[in-house]
C-alpha cells in the first residue's frame, strides 16, 4: 500500500519560504492517473486544499495562493515538494501530502508554525 511522509521545519519566520517535502513509497509518483496533493488545516478551521502535481508533471495551485506557490517534484527521488512563500501567521496549519483519484490516501500531517 502507498505510503506518504511529510517532511520539513516546524517553525518559519514571518516573510520566509516554507519547504515542505512529501516522500512516497511503494507506489509512483508518475502512475497514471493520481494527482498527489498538498493540503493544510490551520488550527480551529477546517481542511484547507492548497495544489497538486499530477502524475503528468502539470500542476494546479489554489488561486488564492497561486502568487506564493510553487509544486514541483523529483520522480528520482519519489517525492513532491511544497514551496509556500512570504509566510504569515495564517499560514500555521498542520500540512498533509495526499494522493488523489477516485479517494484520498493520506500523509500523517506535519505542523508548521509561523
Known amino acids: 500500500q502507498v505510503q506518504l511522509q511529510e517532511s520539513g521545519p516546524g517553525l518559519v519566520k514571518p516573510s520566509q519560504t516554507l519547504v515542505l517535502t512529501c516522500s512516497v513509497s511503494?507506489?509512483?509518483?508518475?502512475?497514471?492517473?493520481?494527482?498527489w496533493t498538498w493540503i493544510r488545516q490551520p488550527p480551529g478551521k477546517g481542511l484547507e486544499w492548497i495544489g497538486y502535481?499530477?502524475?503528468?508533471?502539470?500542476?494546479y495551485v489554489d488561486p488564492r495562493l497561486t502568487s506564493r506557490t510553487r509544486i514541483s517534484r523529483d520522480t528520482s527521488k519519489n517525492q513532491f515538494t511544497l514551496q509556500l512563500g512570504s509566510v504569515t501567521p495564517e499560514d500555521t496549519a498542520v500540512y498533509y501530502c495526499?494522493?488523489?483519484?477516485?479517494?484520498?490516501?493520506w500523509g500523517q500531517g506535519t505542523q508548521v508554525n509561523s
Open positions: 502535481i499530477a502524475y503528468s508533471g502539470s500542476t
Open positions: 511503494n507506489g509512483s509518483i508518475t502512475t497514471d492517473y493520481y494527482h
Open positions: 495526499a494522493r488523489h483519484n477516485n479517494d484520498y490516501m
